[in-house]
């Protein structure tokens, strides 16, 4: 092993000056041999507060038996994380997205005071993840990330598959007459079967999916169940690989570039993954150094169709893309198209079309998950990046399965998620209306809560494809129908959002990818004169801190 194999960790461990710090790590099992090792952070998401990451902590093990075998010394810590499946619908959810930075935080903080020289970092849920990725372009050390895997589909009383959104939909169907108490109560005891990430191209998925392709995990990781036994052997392989690329030298900014950015968005897209993909990866984009904005989400989008048929637009879940083929096959299908780069390196220690070479693509299978690129169910992305006088910086609208992509009509306009919740249950919403649900971005919320509930209940009482919805929020993953998030400027920095008012006639157009109200440059004029800076909504804590320092949803909500 050459000085370089662990120069980080040596600033920690090497000559008599650091005695005192070798007596602590002998206290924790380290034998004179192991100081010559690489020191590897093992980042475990575990908690049991939600489904997606009650399992971490045996893949974390698996991990550890890795880094032995590969000849690292591994130095086990956790990180927090909290549910948006559990925090969803209520205040609580201000802190989701909140949670991403603090996750990002806290793993450089750890790994960054410790000096380890690579880190292997397990999560499943929907913040932790691109969470552990920022961390790992931040601080630029060799890094893998180890996905906890997808959760089974339950099944409902007639024998359909059913996910976590079922039960946000059945309450909407409640609300609306067309299902009774006990119907709510089977789905809710049904929807959630065990251990694993929410089942749909949610956002665990999206974003698993999309770290794979980007090359920051290795190959079927995002695919597998989070209760199989290939996770196991995933997890243990990531902690040996993790050696070999300190070995290597090869660093996550060698990963994580434009044209691997582009080969995640272009995963994204075909499977119908989640709006919030672009909040996510433009955030790693910054810790990575990579230039990467709105406009090359859109310059995808408009060359890259939309093929996969899975929840929540479609029928199918991502147990059912595993036993297609998983994401290889259908990474290996876009390559052969001219769709990826596979020239990009990835934690493999090979290249894109290296680690597909044997892999056949889903295209020649037998399958009906994914359709074929001169059959797809849209042939241009799902997702839209939308401007107009209602979102100068930009907004992202998901048009998915919908039978129309755009709506002119009035605005129905709620201060905050509470507010249409409760306008939502009074059943006030009709066909034709613009919901708006303000004053939920970055700096007003703070912390950008998604709309799930709002939306499912919409969907529930049959409005889904009648109505349009935007918001200065996040939409979940799990959200389907004409709805626009991420509208900046917010209301709480005076975005044309805040200016708006019940009737305003509002247009969202994903083929003209614009977003409008209808009122004149003057009429807007005189309201901003008349609009004043509201007072923040929390002034102690995470939340104010956050708050304070966080940037436009357009360029990724990140705080620095």
């Known amino acids: 092993m050459t000085d370089s194999f662990n120069s980080r960790s040596r600033m920690t461990t090497a000559g008599a000056e650091r005695a005192p710090n070798r007596a602590m790590l002998r206290a924790v099992g380290f034998k004179d041999n192991d100081f010559d090792k690489p020191i590897i952070g093992v980042a475990n998401l575990h908690s049991d507060i939600t489904p997606c990451n009650m399992h971490l ?7 550890i038996e890795g880094v032995y075998a590969g000849g690292g010394m591994p130095q086990v810590f956790g990180a927090p994380t909290a549910s948006d499946g559990i925090m969803m619908g209520h205040q609580g959810m201000r802190y989701s997205l909140v949670s991403r930075e603090v996750i990002a935080d806290s793993i450089e903080v750890v790994s960054g005071g410790m000096n380890h020289d690579g880190v292997l970092t397990i999560g499943s849920c929907d913040k932790n993840m691109p969470g552990c990725i920022m961390a790992a372009a931040r601080m630029n050390i060799p890094s893998i990330f180890v996905y906890g895997g997808s959760i089974m589909p339950g099944v409902g009383e007639a024998g359909e598959d059913l996910d976590v959104v079922s039960i946000f939909e059945a309450v909407g169907q409640f609300q609306a007459g067309t299902a009774d108490a006990a119907h709510v109560h089977d789905v809710e005891c049904n ?5 694993g990430a929410c089942g749909g191209m949610f956002t665990a998925n999206t974003m698993a999916s999309a770290i794979e392709a980007m090359g920051m995990s290795l190959p079927y990781d995002a695919s597998y169940p989070g209760v199989s036994s290939a996770k196991d052997r995933t997890a243990f392989q990531a902690g040996s690989q993790l050696v070999e690329l300190i070995r290597q030298g090869i660093r996550p900014r060698d990963i994580i570039t434009r044209k691997a950015l582009e080969n995640a968005y272009t995963l994204v897209l075909v499977l119908g993954g989640s709006t919030n993909a672009l909040l996510h990866l433009t955030a790693i984009a910054r810790e990575a150094d990579v230039d990467w904005d709105l406009k090359d989400y859109d310059r995808l989008g408009d060359r890259i169709p939309h093929l996969a048929d899975l ?4 029928k199918y879940v991502m147990y059912h893309l595993h036993a297609a083929g998983g994401t290889p096959a259908v990474l290996k299908m876009l390559l052969e198209a001219g769709l990826l780069h596979g020239d ?14 044997d892999v056949m693509p889903i295209n020649k299978r037998r399958q009906t998950v994914v359709r074929p690129l001169d059959n797809p169910i ?8 939308l401007h107009g006088n209602l979102a100068t910086e930009g907004a992202v609208a998901k048009v998915a399965g919908l039978k129309s992509r755009s709506i002119t009509g009035p605005a129905r306009v709620y201060d905050g998620e509470e507010a249409c919740f409760a306008a939502v249950q009074r059943r006030e919403v009709k066909p034709g209306d613009v919901v708006v649900v303000r004053g939920e971005g970055p700096v007003g919320g703070p912390g950008m809560r998604e709309m799930l509930a709002v939306t499912a209940a919409l969907v529930g009482q049959g409005l889904g494809d009648s109505i349009g919805l935007l918001t200065d ?3 979940s993953g799990g959200t389907h129908g004409l709805v626009v998030g991420h509208v900046a400027p917010e209301a709480w920095v005076g975005g044309t959002i805040a200016l708006l008012k019940d009737g305003d006639i509002i247009t969202i157009d994903a083929d003209k990818k614009l977003l409008h109200v209808d009122l004149s440059d003057e009429e807007l004029a005189e309201r901003r004169a008349n609009w004043q800076l509201p007072a923040p909504r929390e002034t102690r804590g995470v939340l104010a801190k956050y708050a304070k320092c966080v940037r436009s949803a357009a360029d990724g909500a990140v705080t620095f």
């Open 57 to 63: 902590d045996r893949l974390a093990r698996k991990g």
């Open 344 to 357: 990009c390196l990835t934690v493999t220690g090979k290249t894109l079309a290296e680690n597909l070479h």
């Open 473 to 475: 929020g996040r939409f």
């Open 311 to 314: 929840r929540p637009s479609g």
């Open 378 to 385: 849209y042939p241009t992305g799902h997702l839209v990046v």
């Open 191 to 195: 929807a959630c079967p065990g251990a």
